[in-house]
């Protein structure tokens, strides 16, 4: 899909590899499965916001910001990358973290993403669990404005319609690369939360025709409240691109049977997955997304619910800075 007409900045590594994993098929006993490695997208240590962040820091940059404003948990993975992408375009950056994790250890708080938000030098404001985060995103933006500065505003995981526009890209990208294998994907599965990677996708496989299944894993929410999240945005993206009623309800499929104990929080199950990957096939998952996802995948073949599939895709959105900040929650033994 075309999407040139959309201002760019190239902050990554594309296309990103197309990996198959055949230790990690055999011991699952199901399809073969593949990966997408959006973990190796090039910015700081990758990740699925790489791709979001080309078109929102694009967008910063046309509206002549001077300030980037992002917000995100302790451990996401936005907020290092936001400030990470502002170095490289000379812009100055304000982070909000939630504290919505009950952990208060000192890796979890000051290890991993924590630690590059103060590497990349990002002025950092923290908000207590239950406190209005947005509020504090819009008082640290008025604050920027004060100083006669211009801030752009980036919410939760980059997911906007402008930020959705990564993954319309990189369905193309990813229809492209099974082309010149020779393969055909019978399911795309990833991690899914503020919805800008599933709506990408989906928009992205639709516009070229493309009706393979894209099964979001959530990690945070109820599956209904999941469902509208991901079509509400599938839909303003659709609309942002000229293509309404693009994507319906049926195209959107949300799993959250393995949110666990809640967002951030580690399960036996994710921690068992993360194990298995990293001794099988020498790959690096995160506990808060691909982990839980890597977890539902393989709890779903070995149901039968991929039966008669040939190849699955597992879309990696990247996370590994936050295994340090988890050290001590996570059974490594």
């Known amino acids: ?19 198959h994993l055949p230790r990690l098929s055999q011991f699952i006993g199901g399809p073969e499965i593949y990966v997408k490695r959006d973990d190796c997208t090039g910015l700081a240590f990758g990740g699925n916001k790489t791709r979001k962040l080309e078109f929102l820091i694009a967008d910063a940059l046309r509206q002549n910001a001077t300030t980037i404003v992002a917000m995100g948990t302790v451990q996401s993975n936005l907020p290092p990358l936001a400030a990470a ?4 375009l000379g812009l100055k950056c304000e982070l ?5 994790v009950a952990i208060d250890d000192v890796d979890y708080l000051d290890s991993g993403n924590p630690f590059l938000n103060k590497l990349y030098g990002a002025n950092t404001h923290f908000v207590s669990d239950g406190a209005d985060a947005t509020s504090t ?44 294998e020779n393969l055909s994907f019978d399911y795309i599965v990833h991690a899914t939360a ?13 516009a070229m025709h493309c009706n393979t299944p894209v099964i979001g894993i959530g990690v945070n929410a109820s599956k209904s409240v999941q469902t509208q999240r991901v079509l509400d ?10 293509m309404p009623g693009l994507v319906s309800r049926d195209d959107v499929i949300a799993n959250c049977d393995y949110v666990g104990a809640g967002y951030g929080l580690v399960a036996s199950d994710m921690n068992a997955a993360l194990m298995q990957v990293a001794r099988l096939e ?18 779903l073949t070995r149901k039968g619910f991929f039966a008669g599939a040939r190849n699955i895709l597992f879309i990696h959105t990247g996370g590994s800075p936050a295994l340090f900040g988890y050290r001590n929650q996570l059974n490594v033994r």
């Open 1 to 19: 899909m075309d999407l040139s007409g959309h201002p760019r900045v190239l902050l990554g590594h594309f296309p990103t590899p197309l990996e």
């Open 137 to 180: 995103m819009e008082s640290v933006a008025d604050e920027v404005r004060h100083r006669g500065e211009v801030p752009y505003v980036i919410p939760r995981g980059g997911s906007t319609p402008v930020g959705a526009l990564g993954y319309v890209e990189c369905a193309s990208e990813l229809l492209a690369q099974a082309k010149h």
């Open 96 to 100: 909000i973290l939630e504290h919505r």
């Open 194 to 206: 503020s919805a800008g990677t599933q709506s990408g996708l989906l928009v992205g496989l639709k």
């Open 85 to 88: 992408a502002a170095c490289k």
């Open 282 to 299: 020498g790959l690096l998952l995160d506990p808060v997304y691909s982990g839980k996802c890597m977890a539902g995948l393989i709890d």
């Open 233 to 242: 945005l599938a839909r303003k993206t659709a609309q942002y691109l000229g």
